[in-house]
């Protein structure tokens, strides 16, 4: 069991791989379990590293015109720890991905690689988080109606990249989706929220790449008038190749599907077993999904009571008819209609992957 640097969980390679300073999710570490990704298998993504901080002396600091009373950052309103968790609590199971998760397969589909963490499957998971609604808690700092834009801002240090200081980790959201379901959350799986995934406080954005759910969130600005910062500007926009013009910022996120299977998977020959998965959508529950072992798609059989959830799993039957190498596939369609191309169309800083994934089988 090794531990990364900037992580203060420890990485048991049994279920998490280190990419870059960060830590992905091993699939066949969920084969099993139950709905949710438990917190020591759950991947991290980190900009620098996980901030230790004491949540007697945490401070929430809201500001901007967009709020009545706190309309400059020196004078904020404030919100403890023991303020936020006095408020009404949701908890809702909501899925947390990296914009960049199956940048690595941009790479074996085309020729061009994605610059950034060659993520295969394993930057996604799915809590239970608990916390106080956004809206609660910008209406109680005295919201105004004209606000268009929210930017949450972290407590981890400044990030430093090629040479040039962007600051803090913030990212600004629309207020249409701050005030729909996105949570101030306090607790992942019923627990305080670990270190590594943003305590004392952290933003949960569902279904909008990772980057939005701000972790150790310390500021908020609230504005009428559109907020911008690297992480909008020029960080997770969808840009070239083949586009003539900036696709814009990313939000919601694609629908993926994986095996819980090692990568390479080892299967016996003539042996037939159970194959599961999950598959995933940041626009809305999964409606369907098929599953190609070499003879065509055919519908893969829905597991769990799952339905309306952030993901949905799914197994298949499957006998490797001889000793060899296989290809497994399987894809999905959400309810909105979106589905997984063959292959997914690229773009320079390898985001929003959906495309379908070859998973190599060695049947022996
Ligand atoms: N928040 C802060 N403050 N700093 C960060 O580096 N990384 C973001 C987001 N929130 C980040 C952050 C990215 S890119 C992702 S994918 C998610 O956190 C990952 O959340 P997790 O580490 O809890 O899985
Ligand atoms: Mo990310």
């Given at each position: 069991v090794g531990v990364d640097p900037g992580i203060v969980k420890p990485l048991d390679p049994a279920l998490l791989t280190p990419r870059d300073g960060n830590a992905e999710m091993r699939w066949e570490a969920m084969a099993g379990q139950g709905y949710v990704v438990p917190n020591d298998r759950f991947f991290v993504r980190n900009h620098t590293h996980t901030p230790r901080l004491d949540a007697d002396t945490w401070r929430l600091r809201l500001y901007g015109d967009g709020l009545r009373d706190a309309p400059t950052r020196d004078a904020p309103v404030e919100f403890g720890y023991a303020d936020l968790r006095a408020l009404p609590a949701v908890e809702l199971p909501a899925l947390v991905e990296c914009a960049?998760?199956?940048?690595h397969f941009f790479a074996s589909q085309q020729d061009t690689p994605a610059a950034g963490v060659p993520w295969r499957l394993g930057g996604v998971g799915v809590a239970r988080w608990r916390g106080v609604p956004l809206a609660t808690v910008l209406r109680h700092a005295g919201l105004t109606a004209d606000a268009v834009d929210v930017m949450p801002e972290g407590l981890d240090p400044p990030y430093v990249t090629g040479g040039v200081d962007l600051g803090r980790v913030r990212r600004p959201l629309p207020i249409g989706k701050a005030l729909d379901d996105v949570l101030l959350a306090y607790e992942m799986n019923g627990a305080p929220l670990p270190a590594d995934h943003g305590f004392p406080v952290r933003v949960v954005v569902p279904g909008?790449?990772?980057?939005?759910?701000?972790?150790?969130?310390g500021a908020i600005e609230v504005s009428t008038a559109p907020l911008f910062s690297p992480w909008n500007t020029s960080l997770y926009r969808m840009f070239g190749p083949g586009r003539p013009t900036d696709g814009g910022p990313a939000d919601t996120q694609s629908v993926k599907s994986a095996f819980e299977l090692p990568w390479d998977a080892r299967l016996t020959a003539g042996v037939e077993t159970t194959l599961t998965g999950r598959s995933w959508s940041g626009a809305g529950p999964i409606d369907r999904v098929e599953v190609d072992t070499g003879d065509g798609w055919q519908p893969a059989t829905l597991v769990g009571?799952?339905?309306?959830?952030p993901w949905q799993r799914w197994s298949t039957r499957w006998c490797p008819p001889t000793a060899g190498r296989w290809t497994l596939r399987a894809r999905a369609v959400d309810v909105t209609g979106r589905g997984q191309p063959d292959r997914a169309p690229c773009n320079d800083l390898g985001y929003l992957f959906d495309g379908v994934v070859r998973h190599p089988v060695t049947a022996v």
């Open positions: 960049g998760n199956g940048r909008w790449i990772g980057i939005s759910s701000v972790k150790w969130v009571a799952d339905r309306d959830g």
